[in-house]
């Protein structure tokens, strides 16, 4: 395993399309996955796509703790939340078009934090890396975090999802928004 070189904005390769995994179970994609497993921890991060260590695939990694979620129990706690997962040649679909905002920060944007409006509550599929289908329904962070990420493949990072650009700010300075919410 290792820790990979991260792109940072402005790299074109996080400006291109990615291209489709043909087999997600193949051992050099099994190796991608564990190095971008260990460079998102290394780095603290809650997602990571594979243009941002300049893989130019469709493959993205990403969890969504209980932590960053709302607090509910049962099974709408599962929508909030998701494990560590692995997605090859995702899919969104959207479930509920209305937006609901929240604060994101991308490993490719070091430093920043911007107000995102996202669909609230989507589906999505894609496979692991022993070539099973994944299919779930997500809300609140789980959905936004693989909204973001798959936004990577597209070539898209958060600024250019964002409606107000007053509300992106350096993390340093996000306190001044978080009181007036
Ligand atoms: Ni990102």
């Known amino acids: ?3 990979l070189k991260i792109a940072r904005m402005g790299h074109p390769i996080l400006a291109t399309k990615a291209a489709q995994v043909s087999d997600p179970a193949a051992p050099e994609i099994r190796r991608l996955v564990n190095d971008m497993i260990e460079t998102m921890a290394d780095a603290n991060g809650a997602g990571l796509a594979a243009p941002q260590v300049h893989v130019p695939l469709r493959v993205v990694v990403f969890q969504a703790p209980g932590e960053r979620s709302n607090d509910l129990s049962g099974e709408e706690a599962f929508d909030h ?49 022993d070539g099973k289908l994944i299919e779930r329904t997500a809300r609140g962070f789980h959905a936004r975090v693989v909204q973001h990420e798959c936004d990577h493949l597209d070539g898209r990072l958060y600024p250019s999802r964002m409606a107000d650009l007053s509300k992106l700010v350096f993390e340093s300075e996000i306190r001044h928004f978080q009181a007036a919410q």
């Open 81 to 129: 939340t998701a494990p560590l997962t692995v997605l090859i040649n995702p899919e969104i679909a959207v479930m509920d078009p209305k937006p609901e905002g929240g604060w994101e920060g991308c490993l490719s944007v070091p430093g920043l934090r911007g107000w995102v409006e996202r669909p609230a509550h989507i589906r999505y599929r894609g496979f692991g890396l």
């Open 1 to 3: 395993m290792a820790i």
